[in-house]
């Protein structure tokens, strides 16, 4: 079996505020694999934005060990963060994050520059999937909320990586956009086998993926269990195929939306 895309081991993270030492992660011990997707849900404050931080390197843990890609991070400079996040990092935000005033196409060459890369198949497949291919020319400030998160998904899955760190990414849609999002984020990440680490809110979105992790006081309870969306999920993507390097495939496959009544 190849190595865990993310190894925490005996992580901790405290911070200090007026009052003293506030221990948000408590001995954490966990692992992310190829291809996995993960819920991390919680209260607010439980430190989910935390630990996406502390894999992202913003954060540095107060103890224990961090491996990415098989490699301890605990004397990474700068340097070694920044081309693991430019060559095995995707993020999605909240907020979109988009850059402006730059139109789509050059929101999503963004990503590929920091890599060296062109644009290739997988990106026309990411742009037709996405349903962005009659907005690339268009400024990204003047699409919808909805619009604004798919150009954020392709640029994050734009230079294939090996993690896709999401922080309520639907936050900012509405019930039928976030479903969209949802859909469209964990059929294309399964599509290159993208470890997809997700924090949410939302029981619907939370479904959407394999597995989740609940933080509480510290610590991590795990639900392994698939969820019945997950599973149409897959066996939608089965029933796509997506391009190789030397494929000239385009055509548009935009997965279907499991059904659920429930507010996102
Ligand atoms: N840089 C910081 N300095 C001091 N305290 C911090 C810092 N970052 C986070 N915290 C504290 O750590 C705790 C966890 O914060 P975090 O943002 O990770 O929670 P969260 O679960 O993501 O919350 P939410 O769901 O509201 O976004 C909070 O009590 C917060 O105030």
């Known amino acids: 079996m190849s190595q865990p895309i993310v190894a925490l081991s005996h992580i901790c993270k405290s911070f200090h505020d007026g009052e003293g030492e506030h221990q948000v992660i408590k001995d954490l011990s966990i692992a992310l694999n190829q291809g996995d997707t993960v819920a991390l849900t919680g209260a607010s404050g439980s430190g989910k934005s935390t630990l996406l931080n502390i894999i992202a390197g913003f954060e540095h843990p107060t ?18 963060w920044s081309e693991f996040r430019h060559q095995q990092l995707g993020v999605v935000f909240q907020q979109f994050n988009l850059l402006t005033p730059l139109n789509v196409r050059d929101n999503i060459r963004f990503a590929l520059q920091l890599n060296k890369l062109n644009w290739d198949d997988w990106c026309d497949h990411l742009v037709d999937n996405l349903g962005l291919r009659p907005l690339l020319t268009r400024d990204v400030e003047a699409l919808s909320g909805g619009q604004q998160q798919r150009v954020a998904i392709a640029r994050a899955l734009a230079h294939k990586p090996a993690l896709l760190l999401a922080d309520e990414p639907t936050g900012n849609l509405d019930h039928s956009a976030s479903l969209e999002v949802m859909s469209l984020l964990t059929s294309l990440a399964k599509q290159q086998q993208t470890c997809v680490l997700m924090v949410t809110h939302s029981e619907v979105c939370a479904n ?41 495939q385009t055509d548009s496959q935009v997965a279907t939306q499991p059904e659920s009544s429930e507010a996102v």
Request: no cysteine; glycine share 6%; net charge negative.
């Open 63 to 80: 103890a224990g060990s961090l491996k990415l890609l098989g490699q301890e991070t605990s004397d990474w400079q700068d340097k070694q």
């Open 208 to 248: 959407y993926m394999q597995s989740r992790w609940h933080l509480e006081s510290g610590h991590i309870n795990q639900d392994t269990q698939v969820s019945s969306a997950q599973t149409a999920m897959q066996d939608t993507v089965a029933a796509t195929q997506a391009p190789t390097h030397t494929s000239t």
